[in-house]
C-alpha cells in the first residue's frame, strides 16, 4: 500500500489544495493531508484541520485522512509510514523554494520521495493569501473555497 502525505499550512483550505488532494487520492492507496501548527495563521490548527477535513467528506475522499502536526514534515512522514510528500506547484517561483525544501527533505529522509502535481490552469491564481486578502476585503470568494470556507472567513473578518 502506498501513503503519501500532503502537508501545508492550509490558510485556508481552497480549491487548489482540493485539486492536489483529489488527484494524488486518484494515484495513492492513502493520502494523509498533514495541516502544519502555525501561530501566524488566520485559522487555529484546529480549525484548519477541520475545515480540509470537512472539504474531504464533502468531495467524497474515502481514502484521505486530514492530520495536524508540529515539527519536521518528514518526521511526521516517518512515523505515518509515508512513502512520499505531494506538493503543488503554481509556478518558477513555487519550484524554486519546493526544490530547496525536497533537497533537505532527501537528505533527512531518503526513503521518502518527493512528488509534485502541476496545479490546474484554472487554479493557477488561487492562494491562501489571495483568498484572506478578498475575503478580508468583503470580496465573494465562493468559487475559489471549499463549502463551508467562505462562511469561515466572513465570520472571521465579521468584526474587522
Same mark, same amino acid.
Given at each position: ?11 485556508? %483550505?481552497?480549491?487548489?489544495?482540493? *485539486?492536489?488532494?483529489? &488527484?494524488?487520492?486518484?494515484? $495513492? #492507496? ?8 502555525? &501561530? ?5 490548527? *484546529? !480549525? &484548519?484541520?477541520?475545515?480540509?477535513? #470537512?472539504?474531504?467528506?464533502?468531495? =467524497?475522499?474515502?481514502? %484521505? ?5 508540529? =515539527? ?6 516517518? +512515523?505515518?509510514?509515508?512513502? /512520499?510528500? %505531494?506538493? =503543488?506547484?503554481?509556478? @518558477?517561483? #513555487? $519550484?524554486? /523554494?519546493? $526544490? *530547496?525544501? /525536497? ?8 526513503? %521518502? +520521495? ?10 493557477? $491564481?488561487?492562494?491562501?493569501?489571495? @483568498? ?5 476585503? =468583503?470580496?465573494?470568494? #465562493? ?7 467562505? !462562511?469561515?472567513? /466572513? +465570520? ?5
Amino acid at each position: 500500500m502506498t501513503v503519501a502525505m500532503y502537508p501545508g499550512r492550509f490558510d485556508p %483550505v481552497t480549491n487548489g489544495h482540493m *485539486d492536489i488532494v483529489t &488527484r494524488a487520492a486518484e494515484i $495513492f #492507496d492513502r493520502v494523509i493531508v498533514a495541516v502544519a501548527d502555525s &501561530r501566524s495563521a488566520l485559522f487555529s490548527t *484546529d !480549525e &484548519r484541520q477541520q475545515l480540509f477535513a #470537512d472539504a474531504v467528506e464533502h468531495a =467524497g475522499l474515502h481514502n %484521505v485522512r486530514v492530520i495536524s502536526f508540529a =515539527g519536521l514534515t518528514v518526521d511526521v512522514a516517518r +512515523e505515518n509510514g509515508v512513502h /512520499a510528500l %505531494v506538493r =503543488g506547484l503554481r509556478a @518558477i517561483t #513555487d $519550484f524554486s /523554494a519546493e $526544490f *530547496d525544501m /525536497a533537497l533537505m527533505n532527501r537528505k533527512m529522509a531518503p526513503d %521518502v +520521495e518527493s512528488v509534485y502535481l502541476m496545479t490546474a490552469l484554472e487554479h493557477l $491564481f488561487i492562494s491562501g493569501s489571495r @483568498i484572506r486578502e478578498l475575503a478580508g476585503l =468583503g470580496h465573494p470568494i #465562493d468559487d475559489l473555497v471549499p463549502p463551508g470556507v467562505a !462562511e469561515a472567513l /466572513a +465570520e472571521k473578518f465579521k468584526n474587522r
